[in-house]
């Protein structure tokens, strides 16, 4: 990682203090640029390296919270919010492109992932629209809130929607509270990150943007990490490279941690639209969601609680949350550096918002929504040339990296009991090398971090109500007709869906089936269902049970759906999937469970 000078080093600023007839001349010079080897991260390390002048850790300042100056009095740090001129996408509404422009439009879609052209069109400095709750003008902020360092990873970003992230923050941001924003480049290939970008940070307007880049390409963890040990602010902001914040963003964001150091907050997120760029909330007007999980790792999202929703004297304040998605948090630098950073050994993407989530709660912190705090982002609706892993992929070897660092989470903060769970929902990452795990459950014992089931049971209690405690698989594998040896296939389609039967391949994936001993038959979170005796459907799980009609007859080698007394099996002349009155010496209703043992586990 080498971090980039992008301008002169500032005014040097000299101060000039007495003390019991004691005149002590403190110089204090801050650099863009650390000297070279103190900005470094070890690949497997995420050692912390101090810069020139040393770190102290912010403190937490209890009882100190925002005051709500009532209906109609203007906060502190509220702006005088003017949305002016009808140029493309101002205010945050949508922009239509020319019917001559739609084979490079397309061609733009296919690197980028969402539509390139219609960002570039609009201004860098564009008017967005104001979506948060009416109260969020009436809040006074403490005045010494920490600085914050917001950390912008992008690999192969698009100039018009990198800029623009980078421009809402300085734009919108109290510069009292803002101490930099840190570009980390994740060995982006494209030409116009290279040269072009690092003359553009030159500019006046950027100098408070310092750039980072990484030797190699890391993958979205790590090279987080990389951000947060170059960051010399006091909280750090993570945000991704296609934002654009709101009004009045960032001291409600600061405003929990700098009352209490161990808090990590989340913005509220509202969506830009991927193929017109316009700005539209995600969350229903005067809703509160919170992020919580289901036991394969998917990340969800529940409406708060009432238990929580009691603790707030406003709608508006910042209430607890399980987890978070990942993408946009703050979190005091320091504190994150006690945590271990992001733990290291997680490779690419994947896992690391619920790693962090577990070891803050775990470890005696907090995380907290913050309604009054939004940031916009642009969701990919299209597949892209240039945002794949690249080389990354043939690091690991065909592992699913997410799934690797799923289990390394699971075996670091999961209870026992828990940890069948997840195992019941991916049985295949019993098949999977995680590596050295010792640091962490160092980490957890030194201190003193609580147990899964309490965070399970004071703080994430509504997981159950969705998502309950898993029965264990009573078969697992490939399910393969006996007439025809092809094998029950989901073929990746979504809920509601009919399903088939295809060749086998033994991979898993969608012809990954589960039956669990009260009669639940899956494939990864969804059910399988009879929709009536001709149609066999991938559906939606009933939300909180894990039941099911289904039962297995091994002798028979049958499956047989209890409530309609019939069984399933491939149509002697459709091939489709159906449900027909059980014949046992018919071979189209038999099926024989098979082992699967994905590429990257055999030897």
């Known amino acids: 990682m080498r971090v980039v000078q992008c301008r002169r080093s500032r005014v040097a600023k000299l101060c000039l203090v007495s003390v019991l007839c004691l005149t002590v001349l403190v110089i204090t010079v801050r650099h863009s640029r650390w000297p070279d080897g103190l900005a470094q991260l070890g690949p497997d390390t995420g050692e912390d390296q101090p810069g020139p002048l040393g770190r102290q850790a912010h403190v937490s300042h209890p009882g100190e919270k925002p005051i709500f100056l ?16 009808e140029a493309a996408g101002e ?53 010494d809130l920490p600085t914050a360092s917001v950390i912008l990873v992008f690999h192969n970003e698009g100039w018009s929607t990198l800029f623009r992230t980078v421009n809402s923050v300085i734009n919108r941001s109290p510069p009292q509270f803002l101490h930099e924003v840190v570009l980390v480049d994740d060995k982006s290939e494209l030409e116009h990150l290279h040269q072009r970008l690092e003359d553009e940070l030159k500019k006046p307007y950027y100098a408070k943007v310092k750039l980072v880049r990484n030797q190699e390409r890391e993958g979205l963890i790590r090279a987080r990490n990389n951000g947060a040990v170059a960051a010399t602010g006091e909280v750090v902001v993570f945000l991704d490279a296609h934002c654009e914040v709101t009004y009045n963003w960032l001291p409600p964001l600061l405003a929990p941690i700098h009352e209490d150091r161990t808090t990590l907050s989340v913005p509220v997120i509202d969506g830009i639209d991927w193929n017109d760029f316009g700005i539209h909330p995600v969350y229903a007007k005067g809703s509160h969601s919170r992020g919580i999980f289901e036991w394969g790792f998917f990340y969800k999202e529940g409406t708060l609680p009432d238990k929580e929703a009691k603790k707030a004297a406003h709608h508006s304040e910042p209430y607890n949350s399980p987890t978070h998605a ?10 994150f550096k006690e945590l271990g950073w992001y733990d290291p050994g997680l490779w690419v993407w994947g896992g690391e918002n619920f790693e962090l989530s577990f070891k803050v709660w775990m470890c005696g912190g907090r995380s907290v929504w913050v309604p009054c705090s939004r940031v916009s982002h642009v969701y ?10 690249g080389t990354l992929t043939n690091k690991f070897k065909g592992v699913p990296t997410t799934l690797r660092n799923y289990k390394r989470v699971v075996e670091v903060w999961f209870d026992d ?13 019993k098949l999977i090398d995680i590596g050295d795990i010792s640091k962490q459950l160092k980490l957890k014992e030194e201190k003193n971090c609580k147990s899964f089931d309490w965070f399970m049971t004071e703080i994430a209690y509504d997981v159950f109500d969705k998502y309950p405690k898993l029965p264990p698989n009573k078969y697992w594998g490939e399910l ?24 086998c391949h033994g991979g898993g994936g969608y012809q990954m089936i589960m039956l669990n001993t009260e009669g639940q038959l899956v494939n990864g979170e969804w059910c399988i269902k009879a929709d009536g005796h001709d149609k066999i459907t991938i559906a939606w799980c009933d939300m909180g049970r894990t039941d099911g009609p289904w039962q297995y007859l091994p002798d028979t080698k049958q499956m047989r759906h209890t409530k309609y007394d019939r069984c399933l099996a491939l149509h002697p002349e459709t091939r489709q999937l159906v449900l027909l009155t059980c014949d046992e010496n018919n071979l189209y209703h038999k099926w024989q469970w098979g082992t699967i043992t994905p590429h990257w586990a055999r030897t």
Request: a negative charge; one cysteine or more.
């Open 91 to 143: 205010n945050g509404k949508s922009h239509q492109l020319r019917v001559e422009q739609k084979q490079e439009e397309e061609k733009l879609k296919g690197v980028y992932g969402f539509n390139q052209l219609v960002s570039d069109e609009i201004s860098l400095n564009r008017t967005v629209p104001d979506q948060r709750e009416e109260e969020c003008r009436n809040w006074d902020y403490p005045t």
């Open 380 to 389: 990919r609706g299209h597949s892209c040339s240039s945002c794949g892993s």
């Open 326 to 335: 990942g993408g946009l948090f703050a979190i005091d630098r320091e504190w």
């Open 70 to 85: 009532g209906e109609g009095k203007k906060g502190n740090f509220e702006p005088d919010i003017v949305t002016v001129g």
């Open 480 to 503: 393969k007709n006996q007439a025809t040896k092809t094998c029950l296939d989901t073929m990746g389609k979504h809920p509601p869906s009919v399903i088939g039967a295809s060749g």
């Open 417 to 429: 009991e828990y940890k069948e769970f997840f195992y019941t929902r991916e049985p295949l990452a």
